[in-house]
């Protein structure tokens, strides 16, 4: 992936805030003739990240991060409002407190980076960076938990975390990342598993309803498991590539963590046993989803609701007329008491490059008045996710409603650009019994391809070999069926696809 | 510092949860006493931190997370107030990057964690975590700067950095810490310093206004300055045992790490300039500025602006009545729709058990309800700033009026926390011109010594080794006079203290 890349130092800079927008956006390929090329261009021309001299890191710009910031405030929210707590651990894992569970240490460990001098001295014990906190948290669990009076514990952190990555792709394949990782204890599996269950659901609901991405969500297949846990939930979503993005995962730990930690309480019925805990992520890989899922060949289209702007309001200008932009400024200035998140872009350049600009940045709706609108007391609401000639795409309105209008715009680009990528995952979740075309259907990545499965490991790595395609989730099985795979009695459905 | 003090691993725990609150509390040392020891066991105690099995390294545990996200909801809207954005740079600086700035990396070198494996392979060039990102932040900003109509950049990060030490201490110094810092570029010299001092007077109101610790602001001597700055301002506040706690930093960086890190632009006037920066920073250390400021032998006492829950709700129960918690259930509700922080604790306890727990975690205001307040619609307040016996501790008010009565309440405290840390600043300020007397108020920690001064870091030097004290911020001298510490004509008056 991304073979002949620069190494970044030295490289080539792409100059991006001298060059005209039409230049600008005429540099984004075409997004269905390569999906990878457009990506990473709507990624740099939006100005959402620049390839930093770290090679494997990316710098998320403002822009980057503001829609980082929305992703935050909505998870943050409904993680407060189901009763989570934050908290901040410590960057560093010593090596021996890494290595106590078996499995996770294994499906990590090539991927830690390793502090190994510090204050002009080698190291006695090397120091992992976080690649995910259960290690650490579980080791403080250990200590502040003592009877079932102490939990749930319920702590949630927003961090960044590092994994060692050959290749980079913003957002969906870094060194460094930010992300947020959940880490609860319980008293008993039930409790524990219903956390689990709630948390997925949470996410699917951010996913579909804030960002607009439609998702699967299920259990994994064994050989998709997090690492040490006794199962993984995840939500995955289409890419229009017809690969799958695992866009949020919820594991049930059971009591491995639990054990190797030694995570102990004294019951209500004073025997002592060990905890039942959860851990459960999102990353700034949800945003690569969205922009996949949603952005055009003018670039990002944002869902409303992750906008870091919702509306940019433009003046026509005249010469020697300003009162186009008075009325912007007005308008602006009413918008913004109204709640909503808006700019005035009233630079000294031609509207149409402003256009451009803002499109490429993915605002919902464009706001333009020009002098005969300052007379007739109008304004024209653009939709950024119509394309022109749409007669959808424009409407005039009387400036005295515009709010009412622009909330019901929001809300419309909102519940169709959900509708598209529901749409077009419908239309890519294909069915089928027939084992050649299951497998002819994986290779040509047509979208999530749904069989009853026998859900055994080896049909997994079967099926991977073959196509490089893998189950994504699972669903049961209604009735009984042999698997399309491999014709051993089915256990679940699933839905295979190529992922990235 | 904190020598014996146990290297963690295996060592034993400190059980908060499990004891009764009167044991907690005893458990306090008297401030007086041992500033020290009683600044640790409030920290624990208040469950704002835990040690970590990582040297160095403590665990923000989440009441002490919602401290320090007041802290950063605060801060975050003045700066967004003030025309900046936030991104997010890479924790990794090639060791090549780092070495550009001579002074920068003199300074930062001895503190630098080093990455030297990563991926299962030794890496060719070692990688530090930032200790600052002044280095990372310069090679980008030279990627994006082009124009002078690309400036000003004014940019602020919210992360964790890691700077290698010896001892540990809550929030005064640990290895790994959170902080913000800002970096800005401008095109001009006086811009630059325009800057410099926005943000310092932006942290000296956050300090005096929202965390309510009185501080002196100014510029610091050459010997206490940022390396690789051209000047280098700071707040600076007073601890209980006379030393100065540097609480937040900013500084005018001039062309220095323009130079470095290449970062020039055309002018309007076509000429190609190197840009002026700026750089600036507040970390958790000023939560423990605020708990040594305020805190008393029952445990913490918040300002109302930073604390998590402005008031708790207890009732007094009397078995076979629960009238009193329906009340406080009711008023906690009233309270919270008010847009007051609250919380309702109706834990099965005794209520002193409940009074305790919350004091030592500085609740500003405590209200109870009893069965006698349910007959006549009251509720009495409790102020935490206040002693037993001190007939302004306790007010019965109805409870129709208690939004207003709590937000009256909450800004007396404010007021009075801040008043009282003033007044101490100001008794423990000592202007002195005789040598013998100076010299002995520095080494018995007497407050901020006053001098008029030389401002030679050669005087400086022979302060500090005499009594340890150092120049902690200048300001201007008025008429003339000889330096206090040496004799040599005055420049700048200065005060001088230890400092943690």
Same sequence: chains 1, 2.
């Avoid at 250990?142 to 290749?167: F, G, H, M, T």
């Avoid at 073959?466 to 679940?492: D, F, H, I, K, M």
Wanted: hydrophobic letters at 40%; glycine letters at 6%.
């Amino acid at each position: 992936m991304r073979q002949g890349s620069p190494r970044f130092v030295g490289e080539t800079w792409p100059v991006m805030s001298d060059e005209p927008a039409q230049a600008v956006v005429k540099e984004i390929p075409p997004k269905a003739a390569d999906l990878s090329a457009w990506y990473t261009a709507v990624c740099l021309k939006a100005e959402l990240v620049s390839y930093s001299p770290v090679r494997g890191c990316v710098v998320l710009r403002p822009y980057g991060f503001a829609l980082w910031e929305k992703l935050q405030q909505h998870l943050d929210a409904r993680f407060k409002q189901t009763g989570h707590e934050n908290a901040y651990f410590p960057l560093f894992i010593p090596a021996n407190l890494l290595q106590r569970e078996a499995e996770h240490v294994e499906g990590f460990a090539p991927e830690v980076a390793w502090v190994t001098r510090g204050g002009g001295e080698e190291l006695t014990e090397p120091l992992a960076i976080r690649p995910t906190s259960e290690a650490i948290i579980g080791v403080m669990y250990a200590k502040w938990i003592q009877s079932y009076r102490d939990l749930p514990i319920l702590i949630n952190q927003w961090a960044n975390v590092v994994r060692w990555e050959k290749a980079t792709r913003p957002f969906l394949r870094t060194m460094e990342f930010l992300w947020q990782e959940g880490h609860t204890a319980h008293a008993s599996a039930e409790e524990a598993r219903k956390e689990t269950l709630t948390i997925l659901d949470l996410y699917r609901d951010f996913a579909e309803n804030v960002a607009g991405v439609p998702v699967y969500a299920g259990p994994k297949s064994a050989g998709e498991r997090f690492p040490g846990a006794v199962e993984t939930f995840a939500i995955e979503a289409l890419m229009p590539d017809g690969k799958a993005l695992q866009s949020g995962t919820s594991h049930d730990l059971g009591q491995n963590f639990a054990k190797a930690y030694d995570i102990k309480f004294v019951d209500s019925d004073s025997a002592i046993k060990f905890v039942h805990t959860t851990s459960w992520g999102v990353s700034w890989r949800m945003l690569g989803g969205l922009i996949m899922v949603h952005g055009d060949d003018r670039g990002l289209r944002l869902p409303p609701k992750m906008a870091p702007l919702e509306a940019v309001l433009i003046p026509i200008v005249r010469t020697n007329d300003d009162r186009a932009v008075a009325a912007c400024q007005a308008t602006a200035e009413r918008l913004a008491a109204a709640g909503f998140r808006v700019r005035l872009d009233a630079r000294d350049e031609q509207p149409g490059w402003k256009y451009s600009e803002w499109d490429v940045r993915g605002v919902p709706v464009r706001i333009e008045i020009g002098p005969r609108d300052v007379e007739s007391g109008t304004a024209v609401l653009v939709r950024r996710d119509r394309q022109k000639g749409d007669p959808e795409q424009r409407r005039s309105v009387a400036l005295r409603d515009v709010e009412s209008n622009l909330r019901e715009l929001l809300d419309d680009v909102a519940a169709s650009l959900y509708r598209d990528a529901k749409r077009f995952l419908d239309e890519h979740t294909i069915a089928t019994s027939d084992r050649a075309e299951f497998f002819e259907l994986c290779r040509n990545r047509a979208g999530m391809v749904d069989i009853a499965w026998c859900n055994r490991p080896e049909c997994e790595a079967h099926v991977k070999a073959a196509t490089t395609a893998t189950s994504r989730v699972l669903r049961p099985l209604e009735g009984s069926a042999v698997c399309t795979a491999c014709g051993e009695p089915a256990q679940v459905r699933a839905y295979f696809a190529q992922s990235y």
